[in-house]
Nanobody, 122 residues
Framework: QVQLVESGGGLVQAGGSLRLSCAAS????????MGWFRQAPGKEREFVAA????????YYADTVKSRFTISRDNAKNTVYLQMNSLKPEDTAVYYC???????????????WGQGTQVTVSS
């Protein structure tokens, strides 16, 4: 069992930066691949980024590639999402999730956090 709690969301102007954190409980955190997803009002949840259990491999959605960076610190049971050059279209609730399968599909993820709101003003 893994419990996830996101933090770091907020209101930022376009072009600004935010760093999201996701703290995990449980001693098995380092055995899970971790992902970030987002959901904007009226839209489906979409994949943002994923990092392998070791941190050695990462995936990004094309829409955030070169602007966002996912990383993890297994000693702190935490995964991060550094978001730079934010755009209004990045506005969404951001969720972190844990999976045994290193994939981009939400159905592959077993545990989810409650989400943190990110709002980017133009």
């Amino acid at each position: 069992q893994v419990q996830l709690v996101e933090s770091g969301g907020g209101l930022v102007q376009a072009g600004g930066s935010l760093r999201l954190s996701c703290a995990a409980s449980g001693r098995t955190f380092s055995s899970y691949h971790m992902g970030w997803f987002r959901q904007a009002p009226g839209k489906e949840r979409e994949f943002v980024a994923a990092v392998s259990w070791s941190g050695g491999s990462t995936y990004y959605a094309d829409t955030v590639k070169s602007r966002f960076t996912i990383s993890r610190d297994n000693a702190k049971n935490t995964v991060y999402l550094q978001m730079n050059s934010l755009k209004p279209e990045d506005t969404a609730v951001y969720y972190c999730a844990a999976t045994r399968l290193f994939r981009k599909t939400a159905e592959s993820y077993d545990y989810w956090g409650q989400g943190t709101q990110v709002t980017v003003s133009s």
